[in-house]
């Protein structure tokens, strides 16, 4: 027949440091948290900085974009600038002659390559002159009383527009 008995076991714990006075351990317990609140500081301080640099490469790369986005821009309004006087002479060409079928396809074709870049004409007759937009070369006596003061009632130069920047003001004729 088994019996089941149970011992017990008494064991004692033991210190490495038993020598070590209760002053000494008190000192050891301090250096210890005054390490590890240095190593705290140490590792936000590095966070801090890894923080700092990551934001600080955010923004380079969103400037870098915005310069080659505004380079891009500049280049294209400066070939736009370079059609206007083309598209005036085809304008020109169509007052002489209105019925010509090859400078009214010229025409078409430079509209369409203009509405593909960007470019558009801006409201001038009939609307309020507006000096953003308008420059007022001359100004008339209104055509009808109904005519609002500052209206334009003639255009002598088509102004267009690149986006929200005007490549070229219109020159037109106001009413007074």
Same mark, same amino acid.
């Given at each position: 027949?088994?019996? &089941? ?5 008494? @064991?004692?714990?033991?210190? /490495? $440091? ?20 240095? =190593?705290?500081?140490? *590792?936000?301080? %590095? &966070?801090?900085? +890894? ?7 955010? &923004? %380079?790369?969103?400037? !870098?974009?915005?310069? @080659? ?18 598209? $005036? !002479? ?26 593909? /870049? ?9 609307? /309020? ?7 007022? *070369?001359?100004?008339? $006596? ?6 609002? %003061?500052?209206? /334009?009632?003639?255009?002598?130069? %088509?102004? +267009? ?5 005007? =490549? ?9």
């Amino acid at each position: 027949m088994e019996e &089941n008995t149970k011992k017990e076991v008494e @064991i004692e714990t033991v210190s /490495i $440091d038993n020598n070590a006075s209760p002053e000494q351990k008190t000192v050891d317990s301090e250096h210890s948290i005054k390490i590890i609140e240095e =190593l705290n500081t140490k *590792i936000a301080e %590095t &966070n801090d900085k +890894y923080l700092r640099m990551a934001a600080e490469l955010e &923004n %380079t790369r969103r400037r !870098a974009t915005l310069d @080659i986005e505004s380079v891009s821009r500049n280049r294209a309004m400066s070939v736009a600038e370079k059609f206007l006087p083309v598209m $005036d !002479a085809v304008v020109a060409a169509l007052k002489h002659n209105p019925d010509d079928e090859g400078v009214k396809s010229l025409q078409k074709s430079i509209e369409n390559a203009f509405s593909q /870049i960007g470019i558009v004409k801006i409201n001038t007759i009939g609307e /309020i002159l507006n000096p953003q937009f308008h420059n007022a *070369i001359q100004i008339v $006596d209104k055509p009808t009383p109904e005519t609002a %003061t500052n209206t /334009i009632v003639e255009e002598m130069q %088509t102004g +267009y527009m690149f986006g929200d920047t005007v =490549l070229r003001t219109a020159m037109v004729i106001v009413s007074k």
